[in-house]
């Protein structure tokens, strides 16, 4: 049996995650995404290729672990999270497409793809709304839009730049949530934790614990784990950081973490996480 894992580099999560293993006598294969010459023709291999069991799929960019992943799947891996699943969590509008066509309650969203409909979407939703690249993480680039000439504003901004997935314009009903959400931790066929992130003078409206919001443990009561388990269901099973805002109307799932971060969160969680997560590659791996 042999167990992988991709990054980018190593960070505090997967630091844990390489030591949770070597604590279960397994020493993970690491495939780091900027140094993996992948060839395409012939009978060449990456890095592992064909030789991996599992692989945790740990990239900072989007596009190299859609890339990896789908290479890595083709020489027989089981990684996790899949292909599939990243290429659906990591895009909003597919994410939100696939969780509307569930019966999973989320914000009332729109996409459009030029000035003028973007206009027209925020006439529905109204003001204030959110505005958010359909492509990113952190909360980066992820706008409140309080009036008119704010949209006018951000919408101009959006046209001058380069990259062309900032021309799809992603708009949500802005949650009028209690200064915090929940980020919930799916592992396999468990919510094995959840975590109120709470937002601070630091962090303004936006709750992010990268962008200084503040995490506080919270109980992972049925409807949450049912509702968690229903959203991660969309991609299928695996490792996932499911993102929720309580409304006057009940919870409301806004987006799924394929790649999930959880160094911020995990002592008020009380659980061992990379422990858990390292089980369950294990697990993958047997089967």
Same mark, same amino acid.
């Given at each position: 049996?042999?167990?992988?894992?991709?990054?980018?580099?190593?960070?505090?999560?997967?630091?844990?995650?390489?030591?949770?293993? @070597?604590?279960?006598?397994?020493?993970?294969?690491?495939?780091?995404?900027?140094?993996?010459?992948?060839?395409?023709?012939?009978?060449?291999?990456?890095?592992?290729?064909?030789?991996?069991?599992?692989?945790?799929?740990?990239?900072?960019?989007?596009?190299?672990?859609?890339?990896?992943?789908?290479?890595?799947?083709?020489?027989?891996?089981? =990684?996790?999270?899949?292909?599939?699943?990243?290429?659906?969590?990591?895009?909003?509008?597919?994410?939100?497409?696939?969780?509307?066509?569930?019966?999973?309650?989320?914000?009332?969203?729109?996409?459009?793809?030029?000035?003028?409909?973007?206009?027209?979407?925020?006439?529905?939703?109204?003001?204030?709304?959110?505005? @958010?690249?359909?492509?990113?993480?952190?909360?980066?680039?992820?706008?409140?839009?309080?009036?008119?000439?704010?949209?006018?504003?951000?919408?101009?901004?959006?046209?001058?730049?380069?990259?062309?997935?900032? @021309?799809?314009?992603?708009?949500?009903?802005?949650?009028?949530?209690?200064?915090?959400?929940?980020?919930?931790?799916? =592992? &396999?066929?468990?919510?094995?934790?959840?975590?109120?992130?709470?937002?601070?003078?630091?962090?303004?409206?936006?709750?992010?614990?990268?962008?200084?919001?503040?995490?506080?443990?919270?109980? =992972?009561?049925?409807?949450?784990?049912?509702?968690?388990?229903?959203?991660?269901?969309?991609? &299928?099973? &695996?490792?996932?950081?499911?993102?929720?805002?309580?409304?006057?109307?009940?919870?409301?799932?806004?987006?799924?973490?394929?790649?999930?971060?959880?160094?911020?969160?995990?002592?008020?969680?009380g659980v061992d996480v990379a422990g858990k997560m390292i089980d369950y590659l294990i697990k993958t791996a047997k089967n």
């Open positions: 049996m042999k167990i992988g894992i991709c990054y980018t580099f190593v960070s505090a999560e997967n630091k844990m995650l390489l030591d949770s293993a @070597k604590e279960r006598g397994v020493e993970l294969e690491r495939v780091i995404d900027g140094e993996a010459v992948l060839e395409l023709s012939g009978n060449g291999h990456g890095p592992g290729a064909g030789e991996i069991d599992a692989l945790v799929q740990r990239s900072v960019s989007y596009s190299r672990g859609l890339y990896l992943s789908y290479y890595y799947e083709l020489a027989g891996t089981k =990684v996790v999270n899949s292909y599939n699943a990243a290429r659906i969590c990591g895009d909003k509008m597919l994410c939100s497409l696939e969780l509307a066509k569930a019966g999973i309650p989320t914000p009332k969203t729109y996409v459009s793809f030029v000035p003028e409909s973007a206009r027209s979407a925020a006439s529905k939703l109204g003001f204030p709304l959110v505005m @958010k690249p359909v492509v990113g993480s952190w909360a980066r680039l992820v706008h409140r839009i309080n009036d008119a000439d704010a949209l006018d504003a951000e919408l101009e901004s959006r046209e001058e730049m380069g990259n062309h997935l900032q @021309k799809i314009y992603y708009l949500q009903e802005h949650v009028n949530k209690p200064g915090r959400d929940i980020r919930a931790l799916v =592992v &396999g066929e468990e919510v094995i934790a959840a975590v109120y992130r709470n937002s601070t003078q630091k962090s303004g409206w936006i709750t992010n614990t990268s962008r200084g919001g503040l995490a506080s443990k919270c109980e =992972v009561t049925p409807e949450l784990s049912e509702l968690c388990l229903k959203a991660a269901g969309i991609v &299928g099973e &695996g490792i996932y950081g499911v993102d929720l805002m309580e409304s006057e109307h009940g919870l409301l799932v806004h987006e799924i973490n394929h790649a999930v971060e959880f160094r911020n969160s995990f002592q008020a969680m």
